[in-house]
């Protein structure tokens, strides 16, 4: 008998831990995951991408009227200006502690370390390089969704700006019959 409970005592020991590391992850894992994933490079992209939506949405705007220079130039600082709020915003130095904080909360170790994992293998590598592709296929398909929404949505103001200039009328009349006036 004392023989088979020193043989399980080794077993024990000398077995490597199952226990699962379900401790928040490190810094530099999280780091290595980020790294893996081109967070930074995807971060820049998408920067990228809303800078020419605010392109775009300042040329729909315009509705294919030509401008003069000095409207041109006042369009062209707000955009500039826009473009700086959003550089500032989305700038890796402000993003990356919330990134840490986030996966810190969200992850353990062990999950981690699996993504980690993933993103190294060849499949991995593969997403993570397709991915700006899949995302800007996604927003092509969106944007199809879009104009019918924005359409709506610009007949409903339409029809409440009708509605308010309607109920401004009467209430006017209201008041012109009552010998008042509206303010």
């Not at 401008?67 to 130039?73: F, S, V």
């Not at 989305?90 to 986030?102: A, F, G, M």
């Not at 293998?121 to 296929?137: E, F, L, R, T």
Request: net charge negative.
């Amino acid at each position: 008998m004392k023989i088979r409970d020193l043989v399980i005592c080794v077993c024990l020991f000398a077995a490597p831990p199952v226990i699962a590391n379900d401790h928040p992850p490190s810094d530099a894992s999280i780091d290595q995951l980020l790294t893996l994933t081109n967070a930074r490079q995807l971060l820049d992209q998408m920067k990228a991408q809303v800078d020419s939506m605010i392109a775009a949405g300042m040329h729909a705007a315009q509705q294919g009227q030509a401008l003069t220079p000095e409207r041109q130039a006042v369009l062209d600082r707000m955009k500039s200006k826009m473009a700086a709020v959003i550089t500032e915003s989305l700038s890796w130095e402000s993003l990356e502690p919330i990134y840490i904080r986030t996966y810190r909360a969200s992850l353990t170790q062990d999950e981690l370390d699996g993504m980690i994992a993933f993103y190294a293998s060849a499949p991995g590598q593969a997403y993570i390089h397709k991915i700006p592709v899949i995302m800007q296929n996604v927003m092509v398909e969106m944007q199809g969704m879009l104009k019918p929404m924005q359409d709506k949505l610009a007949e409903i103001q339409k029809q409440t700006i009708q509605e308010l200039k309607d109920l401004k009328a009467s209430q006017d009349a209201t008041a012109k019959s009552h010998g008042g006036s509206t303010s």
